[in-house]
């Protein structure tokens, strides 16, 4: 989304809805009902005003081009529970699949790429400048099982990518190659790829679709823990936090916590996950081997919105100055980092962390390593983007 788009809405629709919804929570003869009307009448308002000025890539971006000399490869390794689509195409659509599948795609990254950034492929796609998917086919569970085998077999760690809501495949296999591209720590991406609708309008049937994912996830994770000594960082990203945090409620009641000792690190980046449900997550999963880690921002402007949708406080928007957040880190053994210092081309602020990526190998031992001396574990933190530090709250 462009940031005249979104200043449009503010200026035009926004604010004269948030009166509304003001109103209609100051109005105790309202009602509820009103209420959520009116949440719903400003996040419809905005969704349109985005369908009208955004272009997004379709699924045809992962059909096989041609590649370029010089160009980097990476391959992503895809587990699903989207519906695969009909003919001979290699995509998988927003229908949800009662059996996880798999897939492999290689995307072929442009010589001049630029951090954070995804050169998106036009038509025809140049590989001289633009992202481009040069090899890509379906697996079954065995050769997947096969490549990840053969990918972790020289001692790589695993980078497992739960994306967030409003996402399409395509979108999703290539920031997970972005970010590949842009972290140079030879750990190989894996994608776990839930069915979201990929449609601003369809909050709610993506929630319901990440609600009925776990299981899949969960799979997942078995899959990639099978090698005794692999270790394994889940990134999760928005809903997908979400999904992420039920999965481990639900690993955690079925008595699988012997897993979460293959993850080096789990991280939540802009959760969209209401406070409350956070707590009651934490309260079965306990406290993690290693430090959850939380990369929050309060300026997360798509936050603000999902707060407006669902009417309860976001984590990801937690305020790491205040103390009920910093007692809650220290109880429930979570690493709370606020990233508003890093600079982002993003409007909503919402995929801030993708910036925090090519820079990760300079405070991984920070995070990763408990013998290191400069290493953070539970509490509330800032990152200082001048040096790639996690810094205390208060220091």
Not at 12 to 34: D, M, P, Y
């Amino acid at each position: 989304m462009s940031d005249g788009c979104f200043r449009h809405w503010t200026q035009s629709q926004g604010k004269g809805w948030q009166v509304v919804l003001s109103g209609a929570r100051a109005n105790t003869e309202i009602g509820r009902w009103a209420v959520s009307l009116a949440r719903w009448a400003l996040f419809a308002s905005l969704c349109i005003t985005l369908v009208a000025c955004v272009s997004r890539p379709g699924p045809s971006i992962l059909e096989p081009a041609g590649a370029v000399g010089g160009a980097r490869t990476v391959t992503i390794l895809v587990a699903t529970l989207r519906t695969p689509e009909t003919g001979a195409g290699v995509g998988f659509n927003s229908g949800q699949s009662q059996t996880l599948r798999f897939a492999r795609y290689e995307i072929s990254i442009p010589p001049a790429h630029r951090t954070d950034t995804i050169e998106w492929p036009g038509n025809p796609p140049d590989p001289a400048t633009e992202f481009v998917t040069t090899k890509a086919g379906r697996l079954s569970e065995a050769e997947f099982r096969s490549n990840i085998a053969g990918e972790v077999g020289g001692g790589r760690s695993i980078r497992l990518f739960v994306h967030g809501y409003n996402n399409s495949l395509q979108e999703t296999v290539y920031r997970l190659a972005q970010i590949t591209a842009d972290a140079h720590d030879n750990r190989v991406p894996v994608l776990f790829a839930w069915p979201s609708r990929g449609k601003w309008l369809s909050y709610s049937a993506d929630r319901a679709a990440a609600a009925a994912s776990t299981g899949g996830l969960a799979r997942t994770i078995e899959i990639l823990a099978e090698r005794p000594r692999t270790r394994v960082v889940m990134l999760a990203h928005s809903m997908g936090g979400w999904l992420a945090m039920e999965t481990l409620t639900q690993m955690s009641r079925e008595r699988s916590r012997a897993l979460f000792e293959r993850f080096s690190n789990v991280v939540l980046a802009a959760p969209d996950i209401d406070v409350d449900d956070m707590v009651r997550q934490l309260e079965i999963i306990g406290r993690l081997p290693r430090p959850l880690t939380l990369l929050v921002s309060s300026d997360d402007s798509a936050l603000t919105l999902s707060r407006i949708v669902s009417g309860g406080r976001r984590v990801g928007a937690d305020d790491v100055h205040d103390p009920w957040v910093q007692a809650a880190a220290k109880r429930y053994g979570a690493r709370v980092v606020d990233i508003s210092d890093l600079t982002t081309s993003d409007t909503f602020k919402h995929a801030r962390f993708t910036a925090m990526v090519a820079l990760y190998s300079k405070f991984q031992a920070q995070i990763e390593n408990p013998l290191g001396q400069r290493y953070v574990g539970p509490g509330a933190f800032v990152f200082k983007a001048s040096t790639s530090t996690l810094e205390p709250v208060g220091r």
